[in-house]
């Protein structure tokens, strides 16, 4: 075999360059495409903003005459604010109560084996898949017979069927992660089995009961079938009270848009809060 | 080959803060095998960074056979890195994997396949050459990151940083013969990190050995066992390291509890004897029943019996003094008197060996085998 | 599940009984309703048997027909389009610093506004008077463009809006998988020469298999039961051109009071849809 010969590093035009323009590249079309996204919101918030009379007025660019008439009218009408706040209770019962079941379940899954355990997890998954429109009749005609029609708790389970089998899946992924030494260790030391789970366990997986509670509300919050199919007057979400803005002066565009610009708001606030996890819990602790 | 320099390098991470590397002065020779040895944090990977290309040194030069190449990419620098997890293309079978550095530079596919084939055999790879890298154990995926490495006909240099970290102890030394093997061969500069000295020392011609962004000492195995010259490297090196005891000096004689064992003669040492340490290895340290001129007394604490070898743990004037002795000593009860062998003892000012220290007395000799 | 040795113990079952009263509770019990409607025929308070008449009735029928293959043209050109582009978004989003807290949150933005909202943004953006992006179409552009009254731009609209609103996800599945590549492999890929698209093909692309493999199991899933988005902006119409399965079945099992008909039409779309599933997760086990 010959003997390699050194090349002597040569002195050329830093590469660098290349890389530089490979980088400026794509900060343009990441900056374009996030133009593009923040558009059409961007207009809601800007019509949000304007008179009706403004809005089917000439076409502007920008708002000429900005008001905050549109949202005083939902923050002072109790039909509008009740609507987030029916929302807003049926998301977080949904999200306790998916967690609450989903916990044990996701722990016996990491640490058992049990007969049609595999079948049962299988099982799970799919009700995620599960076309709501398939439900709404039933469920509208159970609900009712069961009294809980029109209320919170009505929402709130039927949420459940798509984020029960989530949060199991996400938990299930971390907990996977903790070793069962620890399980152990706690039993020698003779903690028993709930203040175990609640003052060992949990803390452990905390950033995994973070990120299921976060998509818990995030599919909970954004769904519209089912909360308006099993509501009618009392638990009406916001989203059916924003049907309601035709009336015979015409469709009064300027609240509807700023009660759409405010549904904006919990879920940009969640993911403030949430946007260290953000990365975490899209690997769903486990890719 | 190239002889590699670093000049006045000084590092530090996002600009600020401590630094990674402090003003080293460094040449690494055509041709030689080099450890990198210290603990973790002490630079050694930064070092390693800084000549293959994948950090620019924030002030200094780094330079191949006399060019500055500090801006240079390490596709330019005619380097080859190998990284403590074995990195691959998964996706590629073993000889795709070599082939495709070659491939990136332009060369044919039936020369690259031939150059492919040829480091299989020095790596004795041959049978696997086929197989999906996904699937290979983890000395099997080193060993084709290491070709990856020798397959280009360009590479000056070949950088390790702890390849063996994840192998199986029964493994690395199969490695390591690679390793030598390699070198044997080809003759390319050599430049292995790492924090375990046993790994340093059996590979390397000469070890570079850093602590805290410094370059310590740079010497053989040999000097760097018999003749350290700095307490770092005596504590480090060896298992266990280097027993230090301290000494005063009464004009240029040098006397550790009250024994007079070393003549600094001329060497220049500034006053304040709070600063001077005698060091003394494990294994030059012999214990006897009898004193004898040059013999300090010391009280047996411990004693080992590790099969080969015998070790003791003692007090000498209130100091904790290890010994490796090559038997079991004759010892009546748990007093004795321990001889350090003259020829080894040595003396440090501070951190700092002194040079030109002669022994007062010619000792019984006997040190223990390493 | 993952696969640890795992002490055979059926209490196991104690701690997912809850799980299994719940999902009984919210998808068993109205399935079985669905089953009850299906093979009878309702109308006030008579019921009639009539078997599987129902079945083979929503099987014949013409317009279920197109809406089930307008489901399937849909979802192809929805995982053409959003695959390639949310791979692209995730590969392009920064890693560090400010900008990557930035774009996490604008990236996500979209998933969290509710459906119907959705549609309505998009239903107010398409209009050619009162609308942005109607406006420039129609004036600036001079296309003539109208979502209301021609099938093509509805269907168009749809097919951006969905883009709009889920992109994101796969976006934020393949950045979440991208950071878990350790840094020494764009290290080696590096002193090897490779070029970018190299780097993307032999290091990012392979790491990004089970990302991509959920995210393509969900996009073609929610796409293939769309429904809120599309109903407020174009309530099914022009004519039918939008009108998808979840959509028209929702017309006849509430809109038209159809039971028998709506219950068999749902338990066909639902058995559909476990179909679908059983085979996706085949493909992923089988990837594994």
């Known amino acids: 075999m010959t003997a390699p010969t050194a090349i002597p590093a040569r002195r050329l035009p830093a590469p660098a360059m290349k890389t530089r323009a490979a980088r400026a590249g794509r900060r343009a079309g990441m900056t374009l495409y996030f133009i593009l996204l923040l558009l059409p919101l961007y207009w809601m918030i800007a019509m949000s903003l304007q008179s009706n009379a403004d809005i089917v007025g000439t076409f502007h660019w920008f708002p000429e005459e900005l008001t905050l008439e549109n949202y005083r009218t939902i923050l002072t009408d109790r039909t509008w604010y009740s609507g987030y706040l029916n929302s807003l209770q049926y998301t977080t019962i949904n999200t306790a109560l998916s967690l609450l079941v989903a916990l044990p379940a996701a722990y016996g899954f990491s640490r058992y084996s049990f007969v049609g355990d595999n079948h049962l997890f299988f099982w799970l998954l799919t009700n995620r898949m599960a076309p709501p429109a398939v439900f709404l009749l039933p469920m509208f005609q159970l609900y009712q017979n069961v009294g809980l029609f029109d209320t919170p708790w009505a929402v709130a389970l039927a949420h459940t069927l798509f984020n029960v089998p989530l949060a199991v899946w996400i938990l299930e992924g971390f907990m996977s992660g903790v070793p069962r030494s620890i399980d152990e260790t706690a039993a020698i030391d003779g903690f028993s089995f709930p203040r175990f789970f609640i003052r060992i366990f949990l803390p452990l997986i905390k950033s995994g009961v973070g990120v299921a509670a976060f998509f818990c509300f995030m599919f909970s919050w954004v769904e519209l079938l089912f909360a308006r199919t099993l509501t009618s007057v009392n638990a009406k979400p916001i989203a059916a009270t924003m049907t309601r803005t035709v009336s015979a002066a015409g469709m009064d565009w300027g609240v509807l848009t700023a009660a759409g610009s405010l549904t904006l708001v919990p879920g940009a606030l969640v993911i403030w809060f949430v946007r260290r996890h953000i990365a975490r819990g899209f690997a769903l602790g486990r890719v | ?370 | 599940m993952s696969a640890q040795l795992k002490p055979r113990d059926n209490r196991g079952w104690l701690f997912v009984l809850p799980v299994v009263c719940t999902i009984a509770f919210t998808a068993i019990v109205p399935l079985l309703m669905v089953v009850n409607f299906s093979v009878q025929d309702i109308f006030g308070i008579n019921r009639v048997w009539v078997g599987a008449e129902w079945f083979i009735d929503v099987l014949q029928d013409r317009s279920i027909r197109d809406s089930f293959w307008r489901n399937i043209a849909f979802s192809v050109q929805v995982l053409a389009v959003q695959i390639p582009l949310g791979i692209l978004l995730g590969l392009g989003m920064p890693k560090k610093g400010v900008m990557a807290s930035v774009s996490l949150v604008l990236m996500a933005l979209p998933l969290l506004i509710p459906h119907n909202v959705v549609g309505t943004i998009w239903q107010i953006f398409g209009r050619g008077d009162i609308g942005l992006g109607g406006h420039v179409l129609n004036e600036t552009l001079g296309i003539t463009y109208n979502y209301a009254q021609d099938g093509l731009d509805a269907w168009l609209t749809v097919l951006v809006m969905d883009t709009w609103h889920w992109a994101p996800l796969v976006a934020l599945l393949v950045y979440a998988g991208l950071q878990s590549i350790p840094d020494d492999y764009y290290k080696a890929a590096a002193i090897d020469g490779a070029r970018r698209f190299a780097v993307f093909r032999y290091i990012e692309l392979p790491r990004l298999q089970a990302v991509l493999t959920i995210a393509l199991l969900l996009r073609f899933m929610d796409s293939f039961m769309i429904y809120t988005e599309p109903f407020v902006l174009t309530g099914g119409g022009p004519g039918t051109t939008t009108n998808f399965l979840s959509i028209s079945l929702s017309k006849i099992a509430v809109g038209q009071f159809d039971l028998g008909r709506g219950a068999a039409f749902s338990l066909l779309y639902f058995f559909l849809i476990q179909v679908f599933c059983f085979v996706f997760f085949q493909l992923m086990k089988r990837r594994q």
């Open chain 2, 1 to 370: 080959m190239a002889e590699i320099a670093l000049r006045g390098i000084t590092h530090r991470y996002d600009g600020e803060g401590d630094a990674a590397l402090n003003n080293i002065d460094l040449v690494w020779e055509n041709g030689g095998a080099y450890a990198l040895l210290g603990p973790s944090g002490c630079g050694k990977t930064t070092m390693l960074n800084l000549i293959s290309g994948l950090l620019t040194p924030t002030q200094g030069i780094v330079a191949f056979d006399g060019v500055d190449v500090s801006g240079l990419p390490p596709t330019e620098r005619n380097i080859a890195q190998v990284f403590q997890f074995p990195v691959l293309y998964e996706s590629m079978t073993v000889e795709q994997n070599l082939r495709f550095p070659l491939r990136n530079r332009g060369m044919s596919k039936p020369d690259a396949q031939r150059r492919a084939e040829e480091i299989c055999d020095l790596l004795e790879l041959s049978e696997l050459r086929r197989r999906r890298s996904k699937g290979l154990s983890a000395d099997a995926k080193q060993l084709v990151s290491l070709g990856r490495a020798l397959v280009r006909t360009d590479v000056a240099a070949i950088l390790f940083d702890e390849p063996l970290t994840v192998i199986d102890p029964q493994k690395k030394w199969g490695l390591r013969q690679a390793l030598k093997r390699v070198h044997q061969e080809l003759g390319h500069t050599l430049v292995y990190v790492t924090h375990d000295q046993t790994e340093a020392l059996t590979f390397a011609d000469e070890v570079v050995v850093m602590n805290a962004g410094e370059v310590v000492q740079k010497a053989s195995p040999d000097v760097l066992f018999e003749r350290p010259a700095h307490r770092f490297v005596g504590t480090f090196i060896g298992s266990p390291g280097m027993n230090f005891l301290p000494a005063s000096r009464d004009g240029s004689i040098v006397s550790v509890a009250d024994i007079d064992l070393l003549d600094v003669g001329d060497a220049a040492i500034p006053d304040g004897d709070s600063e001077l340490v005698a060091g003394i290895r494990p294994e030059f340290v012999t214990v006897h029943p009898a004193s004898a001129p040059g013999r300090l007394p010391a009280t047996v604490k411990r004693r080992q019996d590790l099969g080969t070898i015998y070790q003791l743990e003692l007090s000498v004037s209130g100091e904790r003094v290890i010994a490796k002795v090559a038997e079991r000593p004759a010892l009546a009860g748990s007093e004795c008197f321990v001889e350090f062998d003259p020829g080894h003892l040595m003396l440090f000012h501070g951190d700092r060996a002194v040079d030109g220290v002669t022994p007062r007395h010619r000792g019984a000799g006997g040190a223990a085998p390493r």
